[in-house]
C-alpha cells in the first residue's frame, strides 16, 4: 500500500477514535463519567447509557485510535509528508471541545476539586481527607480515594485552589475551572513542540505523536489528567535546554527554574534533568561547574520556595506511593493486591530494588540506542526506562513518554511506546473502581482476568522487545556541540 492510502486509513481512524470518545463524553453519567452534581457547564446529555455500551464504544476508540496512529505512522516511513498545519488545528479543535465536556475514564478529577476545596477551607489537603469533608457538598462528590491525603506537588495544589476559588461551593464549576487549565496546558505543549523547530518533517511528527494523539487527548484532555501540567514544565524545560546547545548561562539558569517548577507538580516530570545535565558534564570546558551549578540551583531554589509554602506532610502520600503495585505492570506477576499473578506476594523492599535494577539497566541500553542529539537521547532514556520498568503505572503516565520522543527522530521505540499505551488503555476499562459504580457481574473480567493476569505479561513482553530493539539497534555516535564564542557566553 503506497503512502497515500495509509494516511488516509489512518486519519479515518483517528477521527473515528475521536468520535468515539466524544460520544461517551456526551452521553452523561456512565460507567466511564462519574455523576457531577448541579447544571450547566461542563455539558452533556443525560443519556443513562448502559456500561456495555460506554465500555465497547470506548474499547472500539482506543482500537481504532492505535490503528490509526499506527497506519500513520507507517505513510511516514512510505514518504508521507503532509502540511502539518491542518493536522495542529483540528488536534487543538479537539482538546477545546473536549475541556467543556465532563472528563471521563476515570473520578480522579473529583479528587482535584476536593483538594482545593481543603485548601479553600483552610484545611492540610496533605492530612485531611474526603472523609473528613464530612457532609460537604465536596466530599460527597468524592468516589475513589476517599480516605488519601493529596499526593500532588505545590503548583498542582495551588492550581486545585484556583479552581476551586472559581467554583465556590459548586463541585461541577470547578471541575470545569480544572479541565479548562489542564486543556490550556495540553495546547501550550502542542504549540511549544510544534514552533520550537522550523523543519516540516519535525512539525508532523509533534502533531502525530502528541497534539492529534487520541490516546493521549482521552486521558489528558478528555479524562482531565494533571500530569500534564508536569508535562508542561517538562517539555518547557527540554525546549530552553535545545536552544542552549551554546550553554549561555541565562538559559541554563531558566531551564533550572522550569525543573523545579516540574519537581513542585509532579516528581517523575523532573527527570528530563538528567539530559541537561549530563550534556553539561560532557562538554569540555572550565565553565561546567558554574553552568551545573545555575541548573542545580535554579531548580533547588523554585522547589525549596514552592515546598515552603506547604506543611512537611507534603512527601508523605509520595513515600506511600514507592511501595505501590499496580495490577498492569510486570511487577504484579511477584506481587501485588491479592498477591500476584503467581500466587505470591513478594516483599515491597525487593520489588522496589528489582524495579530499579531494571530501570538502570534500561537507562543505559536506551542511552545508547534512541536516536538523537546525545542530551536529549539520555532525557528519553530515563522516561520511557521509568515508563517500562515502574511497578506503578496507569496509562496518561505514557503522556511523559509521548512528549519526549517528540524531540527524537522516527524510529522502532515509537511503535513501543505506542503498544504499551494501547495495552495499558485497554488494560483500564473503565478505570473506576467497579464497587462504586455497580459494574455487571459479567463485565468484572475486564479488572479480574484482562487487567490483573493477562496485561502484566503483555507489558512484560514489551519490556523485553525494549530490550531486544536496544541490542540489536548500533549505539549512535555522540553528538558533542561545539564550544560557544565567547560574546554567546556572557
Not at 460507567?31 to 465497547?56: D, H, K, N, T
Not at 476508540?61 to 516511513?77: D, H, I, K, Q
Not at 493486591?337 to 522496589?352: E, L, M, Q, S, W
Not at 513518554?401 to 515509537?414: E, H, K, Q
Request: glycine fraction near 10%; proline fraction near 7%; charge should be positive.
Amino acid at each position: 500500500m503506497r503512502a497515500e492510502p495509509r494516511a488516509t486509513a489512518g486519519l479515518a481512524g483517528v477521527l473515528l477514535s475521536l468520535g468515539c470518545f466524544l460520544t461517551v463524553a456526551l452521553c452523561g453519567p456512565s460507567a466511564m463519567q462519574p455523576r457531577l452534581p448541579g447544571r450547566g457547564a461542563p455539558w452533556s446529555f443525560q443519556a443513562e447509557p448502559s456500561p456495555y455500551l460506554v465500555i465497547a464504544v470506548t474499547a472500539a476508540g482506543m482500537l481504532a485510535g492505535t490503528f490509526g496512529l499506527a497506519m500513520c505512522l507507517l505513510a511516514v516511513r512510505r514518504g508521507w509528508r503532509p502540511d502539518p498545519r491542518p493536522l495542529l488545528v483540528a488536534g487543538l479543535v479537539c482538546t477545546a471541545v473536549f475541556a467543556v465536556l465532563p472528563p471521563v475514564g476515570s473520578a480522579d478529577h473529583l479528587n482535584y476539586a476536593g483538594y482545593g476545596h481543603m485548601v479553600v477551607t483552610g484545611h492540610d489537603p496533605y492530612t485531611t481527607t474526603a472523609t473528613g469533608l464530612g457532609d460537604e457538598p465536596y466530599g460527597r462528590a468524592i468516589q475513589e480515594w476517599r480516605d488519601a491525603p493529596s499526593i500532588y506537588g505545590p503548583i498542582i495544589t495551588a492550581q486545585q485552589a484556583l479552581a476551586a476559588r472559581i467554583g465556590g461551593d459548586s463541585v461541577r464549576a470547578t471541575v470545569l475551572a480544572l479541565s479548562l487549565t489542564n486543556a490550556l496546558a495540553f495546547a501550550a505543549v502542542a504549540l511549544l513542540l510544534y514552533f520550537r523547530t522550523g523543519d516540516p518533517q519535525a512539525r508532523l511528527r509533534s502533531v502525530l505523536l502528541w497534539t492529534l494523539n487520541p490516546l493521549l487527548l482521552f486521558p489528558l484532555v478528555s479524562g482531565a489528567h494533571n500530569d500534564v501540567l508536569g508535562i508542561a514544565a517538562a517539555v518547557l524545560a527540554l525546549t530552553l535546554f535545545s536552544c542552549t546547545f551554546t550553554f549561555t548561562l541565562w538559559r541554563t539558569l531558566a531551564t533550572g527554574v522550569v525543573l523545579g517548577a516540574a519537581v513542585a507538580m509532579k516528581f517523575p516530570a523532573a527527570v528530563v534533568g538528567a539530559g541537561p545535565a549530563w550534556a553539561i558534564l560532557r562538554r569540555r570546558g572550565d565553565r561546567w561547574p558554574l553552568l551545573l551549578g545555575a541548573l542545580f540551583g535554579g531548580a533547588a531554589l523554585v522547589a525549596l520556595v514552592a515546598f515552603g509554602t506547604v506543611s512537611g506532610h507534603a512527601f508523605d502520600q509520595v513515600r506511600r506511593a514507592a511501595d505501590r503495585v499496580s495490577l498492569a505492570t510486570p511487577s504484579h506477576l511477584v506481587a501485588g493486591p491479592g498477591g500476584g499473578v503467581f500466587g505470591f506476594d513478594a516483599p515491597r523492599t525487593a520489588v522496589t530494588i528489582g524495579s530499579l535494577a531494571v530501570l538502570v539497566c534500561l537507562v543505559w541500553l536506551l542511552a545508547r540506542a534512541l536516536p538523537g542529539e546525545e542530551g536529549v537521547r539520555v532525557s528519553a532514556a530515563l522516561v520511557l526506562a521509568w515508563l517500562f520498568a515502574a511497578s506503578y503505572a496507569l496509562p496518561w503516565y505514557d503522556g511523559l513518554g509521548w512528549a519526549v520522543l517528540v524531540f527524537l527522530p522516527w524510529s522502532r521505540f515509537d511503535w513501543l511506546l505506542l503498544a504499551r499505551t494501547a495495552a495499558l488503555s485497554l488494560a483500564y476499562l473503565p478505570a473506576r473502581r467497579s464497587d462504586v459504580i455497580g459494574l455487571p457481574g459479567d463485565l468484572l473480567w475486564l479488572e479480574r482476568d484482562l487487567r490483573s493476569d493477562v496485561m502484566p505479561f503483555v507489558l512484560t513482553a514489551l519490556l523485553g522487545a525494549v530490550v531486544w530493539t536496544c541490542l540489536r539497534r548500533p549505539a549512535p555516535e555522540p553528538v558533542r556541540t561545539q564550544p560557544a564564542p565567547a560574546e554567546s557566553r556572557r
